[in-house]
C-alpha cells in the first residue's frame, strides 16, 4: 500500500518550469490528454532543446499535488529540462496513491528508481552527447531525435525497449512548415529501417503547448 506522505514531507520543494494539461502531442501516447509536470534544471545542454529550463519557481510537494489536481485526467507527465535530477520518490508515490498513471520522458543519463514510473520514454542525446553514457536502458518507449545521425548507434540500446521512435528536431526559430527538410529525411531513414516508427510533434502544428 502506498501512503500520502506526511505533514513535513509536503513541504519537499521541486523546480517548476510549469504545470499545464494538454495532450502527449508525440510518441506513442500522441493523443492522449495528461497534464505535464516540467522540471528546470538539466545535466545537458542541446542547441535544438525547447524548453527554458535554467528558469524556475520552487514549488512544494503539496503545492504540487494541489496543482495537479486541478485538472480533470489522471495521466500525468514528467519532463523537462531532465526529471529524474529530481527526487522523485515522494512525488511519484504520491501521486500514484492518488491514482495517477505516471510517464517520464528522460534523456537516460540518469539511471531512475525500480518499480516507480508507469511508463518510461527515454530520449537519447548521443547526437549531440557521443561520449555521455545512457544509464536508463530499459524501458517503454525510445525516442529519438534524428539529426541525420548513424542509427547504428542505437543498436545496443533499442532491445531494451518495445517501441521504438524517430522523430524530426524542430528548429524553434522556425515555423514547423520550414522543417521540411528534416521531417524528408527522418520520412526516408524510417523507410530505411522499418523497425522504427515516425513520431511528430503535433501539438507544434495545433499550435498548442
Known amino acids: 500500500m502506498v501512503l500520502l506522505p506526511t505533514e513535513s514531507g509536503l513541504e519537499q520543494v521541486y523546480p517548476i518550469v510549469e504545470i499545464f494539461h494538454s495532450i502527449q502531442g508525440e510518441g506513442y501516447h500522441c493523443g492522449e490528454s495528461s497534464v505535464f509536470i ?4 538539466c545535466n545537458l545542454r542541446c542547441p535544438w532543446c525547447d524548453t527554458e529550463f535554467d528558469e524556475w519557481e520552487d514549488m512544494t510537494l503539496g503545492q504540487l499535488i494541489d496543482e495537479v489536481s486541478r485538472y480533470d485526467c489522471d495521466r500525468v507527465i514528467l519532463t523537462g529540462g531532465e526529471p529524474a535530477m529530481q527526487d522523485l520518490p515522494p512525488l511519484c508515490n504520491s501521486l500514484k496513491a492518488m491514482g495517477y498513471h505516471i510517464s517520464i520522458e528522460t534523456n537516460g543519463t540518469i539511471a ?8 518510461i520514454c527515454v530520449s537519447p542525446k548521443d547526437q549531440e552527447y557521443p561520449d555521455v553514457a545512457i ?3 530499459e524501458g ?8 541525420g545521425q548513424d542509427m547504428s548507434m542505437y543498436d545496443n540500446l533499442k532491445d531494451g525497449f518495445e517501441h521504438l521512435f524517430l522523430q524530426p528536431c524542430y528548429d524553434e526559430s522556425k515555423s514547423v512548415e520550414w522543417n521540411g527538410l528534416n521531417f524528408h529525411q527522418t520520412y526516408e531513414a ?6 522504427w516508427r515516425l513520431s511528430l510533434q503535433t501539438h507544434k502544428w ?3 503547448e
Not at 531512475?112 to 511508463?119: A, N, V, Y
Not at 517503454?140 to 539529426?147: A, G, I, N
Request: proline share 6%; net charge positive; charged share 30%.
Open 112 to 119: 531512475l528508481p525500480s518499480g516507480l514510473i508507469d511508463w
Open 135 to 137: 544509464r536508463q536502458r
Open 38 to 41: 516540467r522540471f528546470g534544471r
Open 206 to 208: 495545433m499550435c498548442v
Open 190 to 195: 524510417v523507410k530505411a529501417d522499418p523497425v
Open 140 to 147: 517503454d518507449e525510445l525516442k529519438v531525435v534524428f539529426l
